[in-house]
C-alpha cells in the first residue's frame, strides 16, 4: 500500500459507471438542515440515552478539535459534508451527508444527533455523547501512522469521565446506573486493525506474527475485555457492527492484488474470520454478562445485498475526487453530480445512501440474517 493514508472501517461494498463531475452540491440530493442539540427539549424516546463507540463510520467531529495533532484521520474539510446541511458545511464525519449513527439516532426518536465527546456540553451528555475517533482500532497501536487516534480504550476512558459528569447531574449513583441501564450503546470498529495494520507489513509486524485466524482471534479477545468494562460501565443494550467488505473498496482494488479489478479476497477472508467470531462473541457475552442483552449486525451480508434505486450503481470508484494511492478526498477537489448512483464517497468510505440503507437494516431486520439474534429495534425493548 501506498502512504501513511487514511484507511478506515468501510461499511458496505457493492459497483460502477462513469460519472459527471461537479463543483458544489448535487441536485440530486436535498439540502436539509442540521436537527438541533438540545437536550432539555421533552421528547419521547425508544431509549434513555445512545451512546456510540467506534471509527471514521461513526465519528462525527472527535478527532477535529486538536489541530494537526490527529494528522491525516480528519474530515473537517470540504468537500466532506457537503449534503449535510444547506451550507454544506464539513463537521468531520467521513461522508457527504449523515453517518449511521446520525440515522439511528433519528430511528430512536431524537429530535438531534449525538454530539461528539470533544465539544458536547451541560445537560446534553444525559441524551448520550459520540466518542468514536476516526482511524481507531481494537487495538492500541492500530492507525498511529495516521497521527493521533482514539482507541476504543481510550474511548471507555472517556465515557468514565462521561460517568462522574452524569452522577454529578443526577446525584446518586443509582440514579446513574438506572440511567445508563436504559441507553443504546453502539460499537463499529475493528476494519483498522485490518488496513490500517495487519495488511500495512511497512509498518506493523502483526501480518508476520500472527495467520489471519489467528490474529482474528486476538482481536476477538481483545474486544471481549473491552465490552466487559463497558458492561461494568453500565451497559446492557450494546450493538455490535461487524466489518463490512472492505476488500471491495476502490482503495483496496486499486492498491491490493486482484483478479481482474474484482475484490480482494485476502482481505475479506480475513475480515470474514473476525466477523464469524464477533457472531460467536455475542452468544458468550448474552450467557455471561446478566441482565445485559447484545446483538450482531452483519454488515458483510447487508453489504451485498443493498438495492439501488436507480438500478444501477457504481461500486467500485469514488463519488468525491480522490488523489492516486490516497484514501480521502482531496481537499476542495470535484465531486460527482449523481451521488444517489454512487456507493462510495471517497475510497473507503460509503456515500449516505449506502449508509442509509444499512442503518435502516441495522435497526429493522429486512431479511434474515442481518441481525443476531434481534436488530436493534427489538434490542431497545428489552
Given at each position: 500500500m501506498?502512504g501513511q493514508?487514511l484507511?478506515?472501517?468501510?461499511l458496505l461494498?457493492t459497483?460502477?459507471f462513469?460519472?459527471?463531475?461537479?463543483?458544489?452540491?448535487s441536485?440530486r440530493i436535498?439540502s436539509?438542515?442540521r436537527?438541533?442539540?438540545?437536550a432539555t427539549?421533552q421528547?419521547k424516546?425508544?431509549?434513555?440515552c445512545?451512546?456510540?463507540?467506534g471509527?471514521?463510520?461513526?465519528?462525527?467531529g472527535?478527532?477535529?478539535?486538536?489541530?494537526?495533532?490527529y494528522?491525516?484521520?480528519r474530515?473537517?474539510?470540504k468537500?466532506?459534508?457537503?449534503?449535510f446541511?444547506?451550507?454544506?458545511?464539513p463537521t468531520?464525519?467521513f461522508t457527504?451527508?449523515?453517518?449511521?449513527?446520525d440515522f439511528i439516532a433519528t430511528?430512536?426518536g431524537?429530535?438531534?444527533?449525538?454530539?461528539?465527546?470533544?465539544t458536547?456540553?451541560?445537560?446534553e451528555?444525559?441524551?448520550g455523547v459520540?466518542?468514536a475517533s476516526?482511524g481507531?482500532?481494537?487495538?492500541?497501536?492500530?492507525g498511529r501512522?495516521?497521527?493521533q487516534?482514539l482507541?476504543?480504550?481510550?474511548q471507555?476512558?472517556?465515557?468514565?469521565i462521561t460517568?462522574?459528569?452524569?452522577r454529578g447531574?443526577?446525584?446518586t449513583r443509582s440514579a446513574t446506573t438506572?440511567h445508563l441501564n436504559s441507553c443504546?450503546?453502539?460499537v463499529?470498529?475493528?476494519s483498522?486493525?485490518?488496513?490500517?495494520?495487519y495488511?500495512m507489513?511497512?509498518f506493523?509486524?502483526?501480518?508476520?506474527?500472527?495467520?489471519?485466524?489467528?490474529f482474528?482471534t486476538?482481536?476477538n479477545n481483545?474486544?471481549y475485555?473491552?465490552l466487559?468494562?463497558l458492561?461494568?460501565q453500565?451497559?446492557r443494550?450494546v450493538?455490535?457492527?461487524?466489518v463490512?467488505?472492505?476488500?471491495?473498496?476502490p482503495?483496496?482494488?486499486?492498491?491490493f492484488e486482484n483478479?481482474?479489478?474484482g475484490c480482494?479476497?485476502?482481505?475479506n477472508?480475513?475480515i470474514q474470520?473476525f466477523?464469524?467470531g464477533?457472531?460467536?462473541?455475542?452468544?458468550?457475552l448474552?450467557t455471561k454478562?446478566?441482565?445485559?442483552?447484545f446483538?450482531y449486525i452483519d454488515?458483510?451480508?447487508?453489504?451485498?445485498?443493498?438495492?439501488s434505486?436507480?438500478?444501477?450503481?457504481?461500486?467500485?470508484?469514488p463519488?468525491c475526487e480522490?488523489?492516486?494511492?490516497?484514501?480521502?478526498?482531496?481537499r476542495?477537489?470535484?465531486?460527482c453530480?449523481n451521488?444517489?448512483?454512487?456507493m462510495?464517497?471517497d475510497?473507503?468510505?460509503p456515500?449516505?445512501v449506502?449508509?442509509s440503507a444499512l442503518a435502516s437494516?441495522?435497526f429493522?431486520?429486512?431479511?434474515?440474517?442481518d441481525?443476531?439474534?434481534?436488530?436493534?429495534?427489538?434490542?431497545?425493548?428489552?
Amino acid at each position: 500500500m501506498k502512504g501513511q493514508s487514511l484507511v478506515v472501517l468501510c461499511l458496505l461494498t457493492t459497483a460502477c459507471f462513469a460519472s459527471s463531475w461537479v463543483d458544489g452540491a448535487s441536485p440530486r440530493i436535498k439540502s436539509r438542515t442540521r436537527p438541533k442539540s438540545n437536550a432539555t427539549t421533552q421528547t419521547k424516546t425508544k431509549v434513555g440515552c445512545y451512546f456510540v463507540l467506534g471509527d471514521s463510520q461513526a465519528d462525527n467531529g472527535n478527532n477535529n478539535v486538536m489541530e494537526m495533532a490527529y494528522g491525516n484521520a480528519r474530515a473537517d474539510y470540504k468537500p466532506y459534508g457537503c449534503d449535510f446541511n444547506r451550507e454544506g458545511t464539513p463537521t468531520g464525519r467521513f461522508t457527504n451527508g449523515r453517518n449511521a449513527p446520525d440515522f439511528i439516532a433519528t430511528y430512536l426518536g431524537f429530535r438531534h444527533y449525538i454530539s461528539p465527546f470533544t465539544t458536547i456540553k451541560g445537560r446534553e451528555i444525559l441524551d448520550g455523547v459520540n466518542y468514536a475517533s476516526g482511524g481507531a482500532g481494537i487495538l492500541p497501536e492500530t492507525g498511529r501512522t495516521l497521527g493521533q487516534v482514539l482507541s476504543i480504550h481510550k474511548q471507555l476512558e472517556n465515557h468514565n469521565i462521561t460517568i462522574s459528569q452524569i452522577r454529578g447531574l443526577l446525584g446518586t449513583r443509582s440514579a446513574t446506573t438506572t440511567h445508563l441501564n436504559s441507553c443504546l450503546y453502539t460499537v463499529q470498529i475493528g476494519s483498522n486493525d485490518y488496513l490500517n495494520n495487519y495488511f500495512m507489513p511497512q509498518f506493523y509486524k502483526t501480518s508476520a506474527q500472527f495467520t489471519p485466524q489467528q490474529f482474528a482471534t486476538v482481536l476477538n479477545n481483545r474486544l471481549y475485555t473491552e465490552l466487559k468494562v463497558l458492561y461494568e460501565q453500565g451497559a446492557r443494550k450494546v450493538a455490535l457492527f461487524g466489518v463490512g467488505s472492505i476488500g471491495c473498496t476502490p482503495y483496496a482494488r486499486a492498491n491490493f492484488e486482484n483478479k481482474g479489478g474484482g475484490c480482494v479476497d485476502k482481505i475479506n477472508n480475513a475480515i470474514q474470520l473476525f466477523n464469524d467470531g464477533l457472531k460467536a462473541l455475542v452468544l458468550q457475552l448474552n450467557t455471561k454478562m446478566a441482565g445485559a442483552k447484545f446483538t450482531y449486525i452483519d454488515v458483510f451480508k447487508i453489504s451485498s445485498t443493498i438495492p439501488s434505486t436507480s438500478g444501477r450503481m457504481v461500486l467500485n470508484a469514488p463519488c468525491c475526487e480522490v488523489d492516486a494511492g490516497q484514501v480521502q478526498c482531496t481537499r476542495l477537489g470535484r465531486i460527482c453530480g449523481n451521488r444517489m448512483e454512487y456507493m462510495f464517497w471517497d475510497a473507503v468510505h460509503p456515500t449516505e445512501v449506502g449508509i442509509s440503507a444499512l442503518a435502516s437494516r441495522a435497526f429493522k431486520a429486512k431479511e434474515a440474517g442481518d441481525a443476531y439474534p434481534y436488530d436493534i429495534n427489538q434490542l431497545v425493548f428489552y
